[in-house]
């Protein structure tokens, strides 16, 4: 069973930054999409960031280009978001997903649906 932690959330202030963790058990984390998702109070839950297993490209939402990066390392089984420069509309629940299809084409990298397992999420307020 695949099980994701997601840690590295806490309040910081308007242009302050953050690293967000996500630990993966499971032994083919090699082979997971790994996606990052966010949900405020009363909105949607909304694509963040995504990184591929089979060549490590990043995919990111318009709203955090230039300002959130994400990474992963194999050996460690975890996923992490940076994010600089925060504003207070990053303010959220921060999930991590994983994919463990193996697909390594035709993924709908902003979907959630594109997504089969997930952790609890990691709260990320941001102060004006």
């Known amino acids: 069973q695949v099980q994701l932690v997601e840690s590295g959330g806490r309040l910081v202030q308007a242009g302050g930054s953050l690293r967000l963790s996500c630990a993966v058990s499971?032994?083919?984390?090699?082979?997971?999409?790994m996606g990052w998702f966010r949900q405020a109070p009363g909105k949607e839950r909304e694509f963040v960031a995504a990184?591929?297993?089979?060549?490590?490209?990043?995919y990111y939402a318009d709203s955090v280009k230039g300002r959130f990066t994400v990474s992963r390392d194999n050996a460690k089984r975890t996923v992490y978001l940076q994010m600089n420069n925060l504003n207070p509309e990053d303010t959220a629940v921060y999930y991590c997903a994983a994919d463990s299809s193996g697909r390594s084409a035709g993924v709908a990298w902003g979907s959630p649906n594109a997504y089969d397992e997930w952790g609890r999420g990691t709260q990320v307020t941001v102060s004006s």
């Open positions: 990184v591929a297993w089979i060549d490590g490209k990043p």
């Open positions: 499971g032994r083919f984390f090699n082979r997971y999409n």
